[in-house]
């Protein structure tokens, strides 16, 4: 299966599972944790989630993670400072990223965004050099945004 149809069922499981649910943190929980088991070659997949200007540790799947982060530090810092995703092939390269868990060699981080306004990030994380794509970014993007439109009072 390819990344493009492989982000499709993810949306399709995805769907399903927040029917019904209103909780932010149980279907964030069940995305990451769909995430992590659903696609190859990651070692972390979770969430931040803004508070004030910096980020702080939300659901996720994998090794224990930094708790807290600064907007504009490390790549979900960095994306939730742009208000856009940040591809890194090798974070090793990455100006001030943060090793979480050294095993990480490449890493996207997708911004949760409402009206221009990043509610938190989306990362994941791989032991591959060079695993995340375009294909990747539009796919977190879309579970990202399922996310966020099914919590409409999130701000």
Known sequence: M?????????????????????????????????IYHELPDLNWAGFYFTRGKELVLGPFQGRVACVR??????????????????VVPDVN?????????????????????????VLGVLDLDSPKPARFDEADRAGCAQLAAMLVAHHPDWR
């Open 93 to 117: 390269a990455f100006p001030g990223h943060i090793a979480c868990d050294a095993a990480s060699q490449s890493e996207l981080a997708v911004p949760l965004l409402r009206d221009g306004k």
């Open 2 to 34: 390819g990344k493009r149809a492989a982000y499709t069922s993810l949306a399709e499981q995805y769907s399903g599972l927040i029917a019904g649910e209103t909780d932010l943190i149980a279907n964030a929980a069940n995305l990451a944790a769909l």
């Open 69 to 86: 982060i600064p907007w504009g530090l490390g790549v979900c810092g960095t994306a939730a400072a742009r208000g856009a995703a940040v």
